[in-house]
Every structure is written in structure tokens, then in C-alpha cells.
């Protein structure tokens, strides 16, 4: 998710299943960045820390994303 919508290394660790808030029909799909804290071992909080709540498109590049995101939401669980 960070090549396909720009997202930095903490709004990754810390995304939840709630945060994608729409999927749009060609792949793409909408996610809510709040800050959240769930990964307090991460030491640089300065650079990997949410910079500004957003909504952020992710784009679905060939068909990768479904995948990657189901990948992601069962290794957090």
C-alpha cells in the first residue's frame, strides 16, 4: 500500500479492517488514515507517524491490491 497510494510505514502498520471505508469498481478503494498507535516497539515515531488525517485512494495496479490487502488483514489479525 505504500507504492500504491503513498502511505508511509506507521498509517500502514497501523490500518485497520474499518478504515477502508469504499471500494471503487475498477480495484481502487478509499481508506480513512486516523492515528493510531498499535506498533509502540517502532522507535522513530518522527518519520513513520501519520502526518495528516485523510482519506487516501489506493490504486489497484494489475489487480495486485485485493490480494496484497487480504495478505495484510490476515497477518495483522
Known sequence: MQFMGGLRN?????IIRTQATRRIKNG?????????NFRTDIKD????AVK???TQE????KGWMSVLFEDHLIVTL
Not at 506507521?10 to 497501523?14: F, I, S
Open 58 to 61: 489506493i490504486f489497484n495496479v
Open 52 to 54: 495528516r488525517e485523510r
Open 10 to 14: 506507521g498509517e500502514v502498520v497501523n
Open 28 to 36: 481502487d478503494f478509499i481508506l480513512d488514515i486516523k492515528t493510531r
Open 45 to 48: 515515531h518522527a518519520s513513520s
